[in-house]
């Protein structure tokens, strides 16, 4: 059994620091950093690595090269936990995936994890969508008949509302819509998860769509697969930072 993650990736920097007063010459946040530092892989390598830190399915990724050169750096204040400001670099860098090459018969599965970049177009995922039965699509595109062959398209609030206009009965079957703290829906049913404290909902996305293609490749229910990808996303906005499961 083996999975395929395909996306454009980064690195996620945490910089922490202190936030106690605001600048004289403008109405802002005077921010000192502190030692305390964390890098992640970000973007469709944490989907990746969720995969490899939830399940023994074994999972390839297809991603930019160039990733760690590509960051986002979000500077935290120790207090609250509250992001002052996002500083992003290297976002002209992303490359073009050749989805064209890729050897499908290798994978039972495989995510497709598109934060609209241009790492992956409109065509190239209706292509993976025709040449494989089992894609999941977590996308940041507006949605249209290109995805209407994808088996499973994860969508959070925001961007449902921002692209139902676009939707016909058949993509709305294929949708498990991730409702924050409320849990998830897919064809009209609830999946409730517990309340707990949330610290950082930085990556929970990733989680998710990460343990509901895992469990999926095992169970082939989808239904167990969102109460599992719940549990893990539960899991992880508890903790500070982009985290896995």
């Known amino acids: 059994m083996r999975i395929l993650v395909i996306g454009e990736s980064c690195k996620d920097i945490y910089q922490y620091g202190d936030s106690v007063r605001l600048c004289p010459e403008a109405p802002v946040p005077v921010f000192k950093c502190c030692d305390r530092k964390t890098e992640n892989p970000g973007m469709a390598m944490n989907v990746w690595r ?3 830190s939830i399940s023994d399915v074994k999972t390839d990724i297809l991603t930019n090269k160039n990733w760690e050169s590509i960051t986002k750096t979000r500077c935290v204040d120790n207090r609250t936990n509250y992001v002052i400001v996002r500083i992003d670099s290297g976002e002209d860098k992303y490359m073009h995936c050749k989805v064209k090459e890729i050897d499908y018969e290798r994978y039972d599965v495989i995510i497709i994890s598109d934060y609209n970049k241009g790492f992956l177009t409109e065509e190239d995922i209706e292509y993976v969508s025709n040449n494989h039965p089992t894609t999941f699509l977590d996308t940041k595109k507006i949605l249209g008949d290109w995805c209407k062959n994808i088996k499973y ?50 990556g929970a996305g990733d989680t998710f769509i990460a343990a509901l293609a ?9 239904y167990e697969s969102i109460k599992q990808a719940n549990a893990h996303a539960t899991r992880v906005v508890q903790k500070k930072g982009v985290s896995v499961a």
Do not use: C, W
């Open 50 to 52: 969720n995969i490899v």
């Open 153 to 202: 398209i994860k969508i959070n609030e925001f961007e449902y509302e921002r692209t139902k206009h676009k939707l016909t009965s058949e993509l709305i079957e294929k949708m498990i819509i991730t409702l924050g703290p409320k849990g998830a829906q897919h064809k009209g049913a609830i999946f409730s998860v517990p309340k707990v404290e949330i610290k950082d909902t930085s």
């Open 214 to 222: 895992a469990t999926y490749a095992k169970t082939k229910d989808i």
